[in-house]
C-alpha cells in the first residue's frame, strides 16, 4: 500500500512540474509577440534582430530509483557460507596470501574453487529432485576436475621441498568435497580424510615449530575447515546430500538471477608471476582478500603460468641432486607410520576406457559394462582370457584356453567350454561361471554371492574358496537330460578342535 501511494505523489508531482513548465512557456511567447509589434513601428529595418529567443526547457524529472530483488538463499546454503566458507576458507585464503609463497596460494585458490563448486552442487540440491544416477554423475564432473586439477598442481610442484607437505595437505584435504557421493554417515568420510592428512600437518608443525608460528596457524585453519565441514554435514545433511522433494528436474532448474542488480565489477588483474626461490617471505598478491575470491572462479587457468619440470630438475632423474639433498632418518622407533591414504569416492573417480584385445597371448578384457554377449573366438590352449573391471557383461569363451581370470567385477558371468590350468575369481561379487567342457580347478578369493555351473565331464573339479560366502555349485543331475541342475551350497561354517596338540578343522553340518 505504501508503495502505491508513494507512486501517486511522486506522478502528481510531475504533472504540477510540466503545469508550471507549460505556463512558462506561453508567457514567454506573449512577451515576444509583444516585443514584435513594436519594434515593428520603429525604424529597425533588420528582420533577423527581431527573432525571439526562448527560454531553455525545464529538465525532466529524475527517474525513480530502481528495486533490487535479492534471490533468495536456501538455509542450508546459508549455514553453509557461514560456517565453512566465512567460518574456515576465508581466514585460510587471508594468512596463506599474507606469509606463502605463490606456488601455494595459487593451490589454495584451486582448494576454494573446489568449494565453490560444492557450493553450487548444494544450491541446485535445495531447489531440485533427486536425480538418477547418470544425472548425478554428471553434475559431478566440474567437481572432479577440480580435484584432478589440485593433484596435477602437487605432482608438478614436488621441486618446492620446503612447501611440498603444505600442498599434500591441500591435495589430501581437498577431497573432503565428495562428503556428497556418501549414501550414509558422510561425516564419517570427513573424519577419514581428516585423519589421513595428520601424517603431513604433523610434519609442518614439527619443522616449524621454532621458525615460523604462521605455518601452525596455518595448518590449524586448514584442519578447521574440515571440522566446519563436519559440523555442517551432521547439522544439514546427517544421512547424505538432502534433495527438495518437491521441487523441479535437474535438467529444469535455472540458477537464480538478482533482477535490477548493478552491474557487476571488472575482474582482478592475473596474479603475479611466481617469485624467485628466497628465504624471505613473499609480498601478499595485489587485489588482496577480494581478488582471491575473485579468482576462485578461474578454473585451471590459475596454475597456466606453472612451468614444466626439466628433467635436470628431477631427484629421480638426477642424482647428483639426491646426493645433495639431507635424507631423513625413517627407521627410528620415533618416526611417525604413514597412515594410509583414503579411497576417493567411486562417483568422483573417472570411468577408464573399455578394452576388448588380444596382447601376446592374453586376451584383455577390462571396464566392460552392460555387454550382453561378448564372445572370444578363434582361441589358442596357450592363451588367458583376464577380466578385469567389468559390470554387467557376459563373455562367452568360444574353444580350450590356458585359464580364465576375474579381478574386481560386479555381477559378470563367464561361459567357457574347457580350461587346461585354472579359472580364478577374486573380489567379483554375484559372479556365474559355467564350464560346458572340463576344468581341473577353480579358485573362489574374497568374494560374496556367486554361481559355479558344471558339466557331466567336469566333475572331478577342485573347488577351493577363501573369504567368501554364499557360493553355490550347480551339478547336472544323474539321468536327466543336459540343463537340468541340483544347487548344492559351499560350506562357510568351519569348527576346529585340538586333537593331540594339532588344529583339525571339519565343516559344521546341521541336522534337522
Known sequence: MSTQNHSSLYTLVTIVKRLEAVASRFEDLEDTKRETR?????????????????????????????????????????????????????????????????????HVYLFGQAIQVLRGLLVKAAACKKPDQQAFEGLLNPLQATLEAITRAKEANRKEREWFNHLTVVAEGSVCVGWITAESKPAQTISDIKESTTYYSNRILKEFREKDARHSEWVRDFIAIMDGMKRYILENHPTGLVWNSSGVHVSEYQPPLSAGAPPSPPPPPPPPPPPPPSSAAPAPAAGGVAAVFAELNCGEEVTKGLRKVDKSEMTHKNP?????????????????????KPAKPAALMGK?????????????????????????TDVEISQTVNLFGCKNTTVIVKGKVNAVTLINCTKTSVL????????????????????????????????????????????GVEITTAKCSAINVSLPVEGEEDGVFQEQSVPEMLKSVVQDGRLVTSVVEHVG
Open 416 to 459: 567357457v567350454e574347457s580350461v587346461i590350468s585354472s579359472v580364478s575369481v577374486t573380489k567379483s561379487p554375484s559372479f556365474q561361471i559355467q564350464i560346458t567342457g572340463t576344468a581341473p580347478t577353480i579358485q573362489v578369493d574374497s568374494t560374496d554371492s556367486g554361481q559355479i555351473y558344471l558339466s557331466k565331464a567336469c566333475l
Open 320 to 340: 647428483a641432486l639426491r646426493a645433495s639433498s639431507v635424507v631423513p632418518a625413517g627407521t627410528g622407533p620415533g618416526v611417525a607410520k604413514k597412515p594410509t
Open 38 to 106: 513594436r519594434q515593428s513601428t520603429s525604424t529597425v529595418t533588420s528582420s533577423a534582430d527581431a527573432q525571439p529567443t526562448t527560454a531553455p526547457p525545464h529538465p525532466p524529472p529524475p527517474a525513480p530509483p530502481a528495486i533490487v530483488i535479492q534471490p533468495v538463499i536456501p538455509p542450508s546454503v546459508q549455514a553453509f557460507d557461514a560456517i565453512v566458507i566465512e567460518g574456515g576458507l576465508k581466514p585460510l585464503v587471508e594468512l596463506t596470501v599474507a606469509f606463502a609463497p605463490q606456488v601455494l596460494i595459487d
Open 352 to 376: 577408464k576406457p573399455s578394452k576388448f584385445a588380444l596382447e601376446g597371448n592374453k586376451w584383455l578384457i577390462e571396464y566392460q559394462e552392460d555387454q550382453p554377449a561378448l564372445e572370444v
